[in-house]
């Protein structure tokens, strides 16, 4: 009888196996065949190592068909739409990619060879966490209210939204589903007390950066409508890393060539199915976490909502046997979801209309519309550009008459519309390129995001720690 004590990763790699995904496993089956009574001979015997696998070389970009529906009329166009190409370039040589596009919103979204925001990338039975970055799931909601006072919804919003790092303080926390909680509890990416902890503080809350909860009209019904922008905020963020770490293993052992933030997990492993099936469970989620703002502002205003629906645009989508990942890029399918409506919407800045369009399944858009007006600056350049002029200058400058509110009181210059595309532009490439098609303008009155909130420990109390 062999010792299970004795049998560990190091015997493991004596007697043949490499170590990576489902090693593990194989030392978790030898242990138990130890315990049961079989010999050294017998175990090898049960767990004879998998052949290596055939490690994939990167691709040709030349030999990936990559759509660009993007136009530049200025240097800063110019500039960005260049770089954009250039980063979707190096990443279609990942030897899973079978074809890309990029967006009229586009703009670079890290190192070269890093997804854009704007970007898509369609994949052959890979997921890769890199591709919807740690934001996952990042979307949009809106609940149309009906002829009610767009300033008491801001005012009732103030009361109830959460921003900033953290999630909500102990008695001011929404009530998380107990079948929503055991989802995560049942799920090896999401099971850890730490994420299942987030998923309850973190209910009802918005974050930081370009999220906003914004109060406008529609101009087709002269109803006053809600839209909300976040993502899966905290339980996302440690699903993407884990993810990344089981991405990586694979990565060393199927491509070591590929670039770090684009290694997959093979979606017919049992880690990629269970990271298939985690990522539903934080779209559920984050579907969830956006009700919990919309239903509470409708209670405290005792008003019947009209209509509400929403749609992602940093998320994996599974389309005739391709993994489609969207990196700010809305999906334009009418049957991407079950809760698919048809209808997506598509932000521009705090001082422009939120768009109510209905997606036109663009094949030269691999399916995908814009998801709002992107960048043609980094936001320490913005900050540059701005010279001399005050942030309340500025922002009384490029948002007259609007109701704009910053949950931790101080101005955020980097979200002014003049940080952001030219959003006149990229409405004309939406048409231009028949990406979608627009039904209705939600017309500004306000909104609120976070603002340049100090971090907790120059604080010395939780950012936005008044809610």
Not at 168 to 195: C, H, M, V, Y
Not at 276 to 303: C, G, S
Not at 331 to 353: C, F, H, Q, R
Not at 359 to 375: K, M, N, S, V, Y
């Amino acid at each position: 009888m062999t010792d299970p004590r004795h049998i560990d990763g190091t015997v493991l790699i004596d007697w043949g196996h490499t170590p990576g995904p489902g090693f593990a496993a194989t030392l978790e089956r030898a242990r138990f065949l130890a315990q049961e009574g079989h010999d050294e001979t017998a175990i090898r015997a049960a767990i004879v190592p998998a052949p290596p696998p055939t490690r994939l070389p990167l691709q040709d970009p030349d030999d990936v068909p990559l759509h660009v529906s993007l136009e530049a009329e200025t240097p800063d166009e110019t500039e960005n739409r260049e770089r954009v190409i250039e980063t979707m370039r190096t990443l279609i040589r990942t030897p899973t990619v079978v074809a890309a596009a990029i967006m009229p919103d586009a703009c670079p979204a890290g190192p070269l060879g890093t997804i854009p925001v704007g970007g898509i990338v369609s994949t052959r039975n890979a997921i890769h966490p890199g591709m919807h970055s740690p934001d996952i799931c990042c979307s949009v909601m809106m609940t149309d209210l009906g002829p009610v006072d767009p300033v008491s919804v801001l005012d009732a919003a103030s009361g109830i939204t959460h921003f900033g790092a953290g999630g909500r303080d102990q008695g001011r926390r929404f009530t998380l589903s107990l079948d929503l909680l055991d989802a995560f509890r049942e799920n090896p990416f999401l099971s850890s007390p730490k994420i299942v902890h987030a998923a309850q503080t973190h209910m009802g809350t918005q974050g930081d950066g370009n999220h906003f909860l914004f109060v406008g009209r529609s101009r087709a019904t002269g109803h006053t409508a809600m839209v909300t922008h976040h993502g899966s905020r905290g339980p996302g963020a440690q699903l993407y890393r884990a993810g990344v770490e089981v991405a990586e293993r694979w990565r060393r052992l199927l491509s070591p060539e590929t670039l770090r933030q684009n290694a997959w997990i093979p979606a017919d492993s049992d880690e990629g199915r269970d990271y298939w099936h985690a990522l539903q469970i934080i779209r559920r989620w984050t579907k969830a976490n956006h009700n919990a703002i919309h239903q509470a502002v409708t209670e405290n205003l005792r008003v019947t909502p009209v209509e509400r629906f929403w749609n992602e645009h940093n998320f994996v989508f599974e389309r005739n046997g391709l993994f489609h990942h969207g990196k700010g890029a809305t999906p334009a399918w009418g049957s991407y979801a079950d809760d698919a409506t048809g209808k997506v919407l598509i932000p521009l800045n705090m001082a422009e209309p939120v768009l109510v369009a209905r997606g036109r399944d663009a094949a030269h858009g691999l399916g995908f519309a814009p998801h709002g007006a992107g960048r043609n600056m980094t936001r320490t350049e913005h900050r540059r550009r701005m010279g001399d002029i005050t942030p309340e200058a500025l922002l009384a400058a490029e948002t007259p008459g609007l109701d704009i509110r910053f949950f931790g009181g101080r101005i955020d210059v980097s979200e002014l519309p003049s940080s952001y595309k030219r959003a006149k532009s990229v409405v004309e490439q939406i048409g231009r390129y028949n990406l979608a098609d627009i039904e209705d303008y939600i017309d500004p009155v306000g909104c609120i995001m976070a603002g340049d909130m100090l971090p907790p420990w120059l604080s010395g109390r939780r950012a936005g720690g008044r809610r």
